[in-house]
T-cell receptor, first 115, second 111 residues
Framework: GAGVSQSPSNKVTEKGKDVELRCDPI?????LYWYRQRLGQGLEFLIY????????KSGLPSDRFSAERTGESVSTLTIQRTQQEDSAVYLC?????????????FGPGTRLTVT | DAKTTQPNSMESNEEEPVHLPCNHS???????IHWYRQLPSQGPEYVIH???SNVNNRMASLAIAEDRKSSTLILHRATLRDAAVYYC????????????FGAGTILRVKS
């Protein structure tokens, strides 16, 4: 079946511009997660959704980062006034529920380069 | 956050079994143990997870210590395609069970 998809796969933007990254989770998955992975490093949790609600936004690096989810489906991660340190691969994952007994399925990621 | 400890790297010969250890001494009684792997230039891929009993699936086996403070991921016959970074983690029961990724173990497979 269809997995998690993300778009665009690559995005190059100038410093100061806004960018939107999109995630389409597996159909029926109520939980959705965003992570960031800088070059050569591990994954950093950003935010998760249970349905359309985001109970935990503590991982967002700054107020330039925001995310929303609609229809318990697609999610958008928005970065305003991008900075060079925002360059990274942004990964989305979905899970049937948020319970620890369920695995997460990851998308291929969006590689963001801020010049 | 729940913490895990893994060796930085391991090496295996092709077609031989590989045992990847993980320590999670601060695990709570209801936390699951999850393993993911990440191949170069790809997103993480789920491998296996368990709570108390040993688990087997088509990819691997998971052996969990009786006190649950450690576990071992077992690849029964390593192939070149198994070369990846392997992450062990416990699902943090707070904050929607976000995955807390450590540094992982780089597995190299020699032909």
């Amino acid at each position: 079946g269809a997995g998690v998809s993300q778009s665009p796969s690559n995005k190059v933007t100038e410093k100061g511009k806004d960018v939107e990254l999109r995630c389409d989770p597996i159909s029926g998955h109520t939980a959705l997660y965003w992570y960031r992975q800088r070059l050569g490093q591990g994954l950093e949790f950003l935010i998760y959704f249970q349905g359309n609600s985001a109970p935990d936004k503590s991982g967002l690096p700054s107020d330039r980062f925001s995310a929303e989810r609609t229809g318990e489906s697609v999610s958008t991660l928005t970065i305003q006034r991008t900075q060079q340190e925002d360059s990274a691969v942004y990964l989305c994952a979905s899970s049937l529920e948020t319970s620890g007994s369920y695995e997460q399925y990851f998308g291929p990621g969006t590689r963001l380069t801020v010049t | 956050d729940a913490k895990t400890t893994q060796p930085n790297s391991m090496e295996s010969n092709e077609e031989e079994p590989v045992h990847l250890p993980c320590n999670h001494s601060t695990i709570s009684g209801t936390d699951y143990i999850h393993w993911y792997r990440q191949l170069p230039s790809q997103g993480p891929e789920y491998v296996i997870h368990g709570l108390t009993s040993n688990v087997n699936n088509r990819m691997a086996s998971l052996a969990i210590a009786e006190d649950r403070k450690s576990s071992t991921l077992i690849l029964h016959r390593a192939t070149l395609r198994d070369a990846a970074v392997y992450y062990c983690m416990t699902r943090d029961m707070e904050y929607g069970n976000k995955l807390v990724f450590g540094a992982g173990t780089i597995l190299r497979v020699k032909s």
